[in-house]
T-cell receptor, first 112, second 114 residues
Framework: DSGVTQTPKHLITATGQRVTLRCSPRSGDLSVYWYQQSLDQGLQFLIQYYNGEERAKGNILERFSAQQFPDLHSELNLSSLELGDSALYFCASSPGINTEAFFGQGTRLTVV | AQSVAQPEDQVNVAEGNPLTVKCTYSVSGNPYLFWYVQYPNRGLQFLLK??????LVKGSYGFEAEFNKSQTSFHLKKPSALVSDSALYFCAVRGPWDARQLTFGSGTQLTVLP
């Protein structure tokens, strides 16, 4: 168990809908990262927050947004969902730049 | 921009034989290198990292990796493979400053045959 908790584990929704994925980082970790894993794109970095502030952006679509709350948990919002958004979404946290990131079990999103 | 290449999609090895999973990287400055393993329907588990120091780093489950700066490589190795090592392995790099996120390779599926 990495200590990073993601909910829900599975999500099935229709095209055009909006969903929210939730992540609780390891206790004390200030950095939260979101990644998307799909068969054709591999593991893609989406966005990073550090202590509530956005720090880095990767290949995140405009339909997607994220935030990190004062208690350090983070949410990834996906809207106007398309079939191609079906993927495994991972959250990871780390205490600092020199350390490894610890990954949650992921949320499997299926858009039908 | 930083990048990682894992040239082999699939590696097959017999149980008890040594295994190598290859990784090369590109990054400005000194790299921070990581290996992760992913079992089916699970998240990524950290195996080992190289930040600085000895070029040979040891990690979990008997794995080790060798950092080679001149070849920009960070190959994962294990002297004697187990069937339970069968999984998807990812190499990742993080730049020493601005780019704090991990950039992952495409992954290598390791199959250890009994």
């Amino acid at each position: 168990d990495s200590g990073v908790t993601q909910t829900p584990k599975h999500l099935i929704t229709a095209t055009g809908q909006r969903v929210t994925l939730r992540c609780s980082p390891r206790s004390g970790d200030l950095s939260v990262y979101w990644y998307q894993q799909s068969l054709d794109q591999g593991l893609q970095f989406l966005i990073q927050y550090y202590n509530g502030e956005e720090r880095a952006k990767g290949n995140i679509l405009e339909r997607f947004s994220a935030q990190q709350f004062p208690d350090l948990h983070s949410e990834l919002n996906l809207s106007s969902l398309e079939l191609g958004d079906s993927a495994l979404y991972f959250c990871a946290s780390s205490p600092g730049i020199n350390t490894e990131a610890f990954f949650g079990q992921g949320t499997r999103l299926t858009v039908v | 921009a930083q990048s990682v290449a894992q040239p082999e999609d699939q590696v097959n090895v017999a149980e008890g034989n040594p295994l190598t999973v290859k990784c090369t990287y590109s990054v400005s400055g000194n790299p921070y290198l990581f290996w992760y393993v992913q079992y089916p329907n699970r998240g990524l588990q950290f195996l080992l990292k190289y930040i600085t120091g000895d070029n040979l780093v040891k990690g979990s489950y008997g794995f080790e990796a060798e950092f080679n700066k001149s070849q920009t490589s960070f190959h994962l190795k294990k002297p004697s493979a187990l069937v339970s090592d069968s999984a998807l392995y990812f190499c990742a790099v993080r730049g020493p400053w601005d780019a704090r996120q991990l950039t992952f390779g495409s992954g290598t599926q390791l199959t250890v045959l009994p």
